[in-house]
């Protein structure tokens, strides 16, 4: 196994993992605020870095059934959201490929 590297961000927000302060994503790839998650408020990214994505699974939310994969930061593992990879819903299609990070795992790191 190599060695892992990791990208930084620049911008006027960056969000990072709670635990190391790994960058994450920036306020310009955030596309909506309005979700929760298990630990409370989730935001909803169109892209994120820095993270390792589990294997995919079904489950029923509150907006129907998903298969997801949850996503863990690449430096110290914390799991941070998920990946939404498929919606079944034809309504709620718009998130497949779209991540979700939960704020109370997040930091402002700039």
């Known amino acids: 196994m190599g060695m892992k590297y990791r990208r930084y961000l620049a911008g006027e927000r960056i ?4 635990k190391c302060k790994t960058h994450l994503a920036t306020i310009h790839s955030m596309i909506s605020r309005a979700f ?9 990214f169109d892209g994120v870095v820095n993270v390792i994505e589990g294997e995919p ?4 939310m509150t907006t129907g059934n998903h298969t997801v994969r949850d996503i863990y930061c690449v430096k110290c593992a914390t799991v941070l959201g998920w990946k939404y990879d498929r919606a079944y819903e034809q309504s709620q299609q718009y998130k497949e490929g779209k ?4 704020r109370n795992l997040l930091v402002d790191v700039q």
């Not at 969000?15 to 709670?18: A, R």
């Not at 699974?57 to 029923?60: A, I, P, S, W």
């Not at 991540?99 to 939960?102: G, N, P, R, S, V």
Request: some cysteine; overall charge neutral; charged content about 20%.
């Open 15 to 18: 969000y990072g993992c709670s």
């Open 99 to 102: 991540y979700i990070l939960e």
């Open 57 to 60: 699974n079904d489950r029923q």
């Open 36 to 44: 929760n998650g298990q630990h409370g408020r989730a935001y909803l």
